[in-house]
């Protein structure tokens, strides 16, 4: 394989704030979790392609965790990076803190990993550029990456099996 370029993380960065009002939570006053996911995605996709400067599909989403209710009038704020690449893969670090407007006082609300494949114009993978972290939280997601990819790639022999034996009793 030729020699790749080296991207640092910081390189495809992406930072959305927005505001939570009625529509975007539910019962219980709190940010619908599916529109989080939209917005976790989309931030996160652009970050793939600003990593690979081209297509990226998401391939999967892991370790979603909730951990701090989203309330109606807070500020949310969705960051994300690419963290590990593999050849065509991308892994995308997701990191959403909510802000009480009223008191300033912020929280750790959600985290999350998602993986992205390079797309050429022409629909196929696509090598992309090495990745090299800067900051300590950068160098502790990176130092870790391999053994998460190793997990998914686990995950998706099992999800693979269990879709076969699923589709065997459809009729």
Sequence with gaps: M???PVKA?????????????????????????GKLLSYMDEVSSMSASRHSRGDAVTAS???????SPIRLDDAVTI??????V????????IKVTAEDLKTGVSRLA?????T???????????VVPLIRPESDEEKMLYQAA?????????????????ANTLAASIK
């Design 9 to 33: 993380c910081s390189d495809s960065r992406v930072v959305k704030t927005v505001r939570i009002f009625p529509i975007d939570t539910n019962s219980h006053g709190t940010m619908f979790g």
């Design 146 to 162: 391999e053994k998460r990819a190793g997990q998914r790639i686990e995950r998706r022999q099992e999800s693979r099996a269990f």
């Design 86 to 93: 593999g050849t065509s893969s991308m892994e995308v670090f």
């Design 110 to 114: 959600n985290t999350a990993f998602l």
């Design 61 to 67: 989403m892991d370790s979603v965790d909730f951990l």
């Design 79 to 84: 960051e994300s990076y690419v963290t590990w």
């Design 2 to 4: 030729q020699n790749r």
């Design 116 to 126: 992205f494949v390079a797309l050429s114009d022409d629909g196929r993978k696509k």
